[in-house]
């Protein structure tokens, strides 16, 4: 039979208190020891992964105050506990098959549930099994990080009584619940110490679940019990753990006397269709509150601080009274969609299965900060619906990807865009298992040294976990990449890749070793000077473009780019910003390519401009040292503005991972030295001829009246570099036609192109116009000769004005 409620509640919470560390007391390394609810939190994010048709999906691990941890996971039916009505002996088979199935993946997967009961099996009207919670031994590191023991005394195999055991208790908690679904509960009516005693005492027994039939006055009942039922609980309950079945044998078994087939549930359609994961996601943005519920359910007490007091604290540590219970609350806080369903419950049919030929919606919120998008349950409904159909498809659909990721990338799906974008396929896993993470190396040292310091505010990189797991990604890095070095840095260049892939290792292995290569190229070789200096001085040209007054004013007070922005680009400012900001600056990172850095360096100097402007050396020092607040949502949005708006050509560096340019109409490559001592960039001849054709660039030609009268650019303005006063920062003193021709250019945010027939006098004259605040400016590479051998039709020969002054 079916309850009516059954399918009222989909997901469930749990909460109890991790162990608190006696004192202040200190690891091996000198530092505190890691908090044991960190530790939780670390092992459980494993079981957020798992997926088995007899086991209930988790769904998320909250650590809140005092070491409370909150766990969330699916729900349904009925607990084996709730049931009243008695199972048939076709029925306890079918139940043991499903159970017996759960249990052989978790052991597969190296989890002991130990933790087995009847109030943790569900089982629905439809006779479907699934096994709620049983990840608290894993999460718990066996029991070692709470201040209760686990399990129901009941259930507990003799080993697990005398501190022992493995998997095989598994094995004797799954003949005890066979056993009670065919005879009844055991020991219903005994106090926790006498039950472990009873169950001590079946050591000297030769048929340990004979005798406990006995013991229950149950032995007639227990006859009744088909052999195939009972050769199995006589299996499970031997004495010696190692004779005990597996649950390889118990399945084998039990699927061939099993009879009845669980009737196949059709899916539902529309919003109770979609992956559970992210109803709840759903769920919470619409304004679902797990703690309310358990507070309404008596689960979480609030009481005075002062209550929770210690009475004495020892000269160990240890403290005498204030504390809290010491058994484990096994009720559970129940909870319903009926909030998300009224919020979506004008959302049409079709809107759930959408078609990638179809014309989509235009959203409102698309305008909307992109903060404020992600908690917008309808706004975040279609875009986390299209990017699962988008994901589906890859690698078919990468271009569809990236184009909608050029808008945003929904949180719950971040790190398999993330994957796409950076071209992340094959079989990943199998590549990095293949890599030998253990044996020691030079550099382990060095990254052990690191790793405790690496975004620590994280809750799930700074446990033991987080460390083991980011070493091995290092150490895989590294021997795979021989040509490197670890430089310090690495370690938070591959922090958002674990937080996005804390339980694919492998994923976030194989998108860091797509990503250097794209954005960082030979930035971790041992000798990296040179890969620096052309990084800092191409990020210096981006701000003189486009911040010239700043720029002037940071180069005029000697601050450059050494003392500030080394770590900004050798880590992508993830060792600058904390992680909630860094996935959002990396979104637009991995659609725009290479060059947004430079750009992102210019939008944190333009927030802090109006302070910068005021400062001098020392407090420029000082800001950097401790870096202000930046809104890193205007941050990105400007960045890719000046990024778009800015010619490709004047971003190149020779030490990128990009084909090499052949054609001379796109080569802007220049000595090192003299990129060193330019201020503004370099623009190809092909990026000034489409400028041209566009009419968005500003020609300043500074060559001589006479040549200019020769052959000229067409609609250039002609000031003759030896006239020009370097010294006066006043763009009247170039000429009444110059400085309106300039006006004008800044007024358009057109891009002024400097043409010479000399580098040298290009770069003076580019040079002054920074200094006159100009934006925008650049020098043409190759000059006018080569300019002029390439695309001569851009040149005419000027109309000399009789009567001119």
């Not at 749990?14 to 939780?40: D, Q, R, V, W």
Request: aromatic share 10%; with cysteine.
């Amino acid at each position: 039979m079916r309850d009516n409620n059954e399918e009222k509640f989909i997901f469930a919470a749990c909460t109890y208190f991790a162990k608190n560390h006696p004192g202040e007391t200190c690891g091996s390394n000198g530092l505190p020891l890691t908090p044991s609810s960190i530790s939780i939190l670390g092992r459980a994010q494993r079981l957020l992964t798992i997926q088995h048709p007899n086991l209930c999906i988790y769904l998320d691990i909250i650590r809140g105050k005092h070491e409370r941890i909150i766990v969330v996971t699916e729900v349904f039916g009925k607990s084996l506990e709730e049931w009243k009505s008695k199972f048939s002996f076709d029925e306890v088979t079918n139940i043991g098959l499903q159970i017996s199935q759960a249990m052989l993946f978790l052991h597969k997967q190296d989890i002991v549930h130990r933790t087995l009961a009847d109030g943790n099996i569900l089982l629905d009207g439809s006779g479907r099994v699934k096994l709620f919670n049983y990840g608290m031994y894993y999460m718990t590191g066996g029991g070692s990080d709470v201040p209760f023991p686990l399990g129901l005394p009941r259930y507990l195999s003799p080993e697990t009584i005398l501190n022992g055991g493995g998997p095989a208790a598994d094995i004797w908690t799954f003949g005890i619940i066979l056993l009670e679904l065919c005879i009844g509960k055991l020991w219903q009516n005994l106090k926790p110490g006498p039950i472990l005693r009873r169950i001590l005492t079946l050591v000297h027994a030769a048929n340990p679940a004979e005798r406990i039939a006995r013991e229950h006055d149950c032995f007639e009942a227990y006859k009744l019990v088909p052999d195939h039922l009972r050769n199995i609980i006589e299996k499970c309950l031997k004495i010696y753990p190692s004779e005990r079945a597996t649950f390889d044998e118990l399945v084998e078994e039990l699927s061939e006397a099993n009879v009845k087939t669980v009737v196949d549930v059709k899916k539902p359609r529309g919003l109770m269709g979609c992956k559970l994961q992210y109803l709840y996601h759903w769920w919470q943005l619409t304004g679902g509150d797990i703690q309310a519920e358990l507070k309404k359910n008596g689960l979480i007490k609030n009481s005075p601080p002062i209550l929770s007091m210690p009475i004495a604290i020892l000269l160990d540590g240890c403290t005498i009274g204030g504390k809290r219970g010491a058994l484990f609350d096994r009720r559970i806080a129940k909870y319903s969609l009926d909030l998300l369903k009224a919020r979506l419950s004008h959302i049409p049919p079709q809107d759930f299965y959408p078609l990638m030929h179809e014309r989509r919606r235009d959203y409102d919120a698309v305008a909307l900060p992109k903060i404020i998008r992600e908690r917008d349950t309808e706004y975040q409904f279609y875009r986390l619906l299209w990017f699962q159909r988008l994901l589906i498809g890859y690698p078919y659909t990468a271009q569809y990807i990236r184009a909608e990721a050029e808008i945003d990338i929904p949180p719950l799906v971040r790190g398999d865009v993330w994957a796409a974008l950076l071209g992340v396929k094959g079989d990943i896993e199998e590549q990095y298992e293949r890599i030998d993470k253990e044996t020691p190396t030079p550099t382990d040292r060095q990254i052990d040294v690191d790793i405790p310091r690496c975004h620590q505010y994280c809750w799930l990189l700074c446990g033991s976990a987080g460390h083991r797991t980011l070493k091995r990604l290092l150490k895989a890095w590294l021997l795979t990449n021989p040509q490197y070095v670890y430089w310090q840095g690495l370690d938070s260049l591959t922090a958002p890749f674990l937080y996005l892939n804390f339980c694919n290792e492998a994923r976030a292995f194989a998108c860091l070793s797509a990503f250097v290569p794209k954005f960082l190229h030979k930035f971790f070789l041992k000798d990296n000077s040179a890969v620096i200096k052309e990084y800092l001085a191409k990020f210096w040209q981006m701000a003189a473009f486009h911040e010239p007054e700043l720029a002037t004013h940071l180069h005029e007070i000697n601050f450059v780019p050494e003392l500030f922005a080394i770590p900004w680009f050798l880590t992508m400012f993830s060792h600058v910003f904390p992680l909630h900001k860094i996935v959002h600056l990396w979104d637009a990172l991995l659609v725009e390519g290479p060059s947004l850095p430079l750009f992102m360096g210019v939008g944190i100097l333009r927030q802090l401009k109006d302070t910068l402007l005021d400062s001098g050396f020392n407090e420029c020092i000082l800001l950097f040292s401790d870096l202000p607040e930046i809104d890193i949502g205007e941050c990105v949005k400007e960045s890719i503005e000046m990024c778009r708006s800015s010619p490709k050509s004047i971003s190149y560096r020779r030490f990128t991972n990009e084909p090499e340019i052949k054609d001379p109409m796109d080569i802007v490559e220049i000595p090192m030295e003299v990129l060193l001592s330019e201020i503004s960039p370099r623009i190809s001849m092909s990026d000034f001829f489409s400028l041209t054709c566009q009419d968005k660039c500003c020609v300043v030609d500074i060559r001589s009246n006479l040549l200019y009268e020769k052959s000229c650019i067409e609609g250039s303005v002609n000031v003759p570099y030896s006239g020009v006063q370097l010294g006066q920062r006043d763009l009247r003193a170039l000429g009444l036609n110059a400085h309106r021709a300039l006006r004008h250019a800044v007024t358009h945010k057109n891009t002024i192109v400097i043409a010479s027939a000399e580098d040298e006098t290009a770069q003076l004259f580019s040079d002054y116009l920074v200094k006159c605040n100009v934006p925008r400016v650049c020098i043409l590479y190759g000059g006018i000769s080569a300019l002029q051998s390439h695309v001569p039709s851009l040149f005419i020969v000027p109309i000399k004005k009789t009567g001119s002054k």
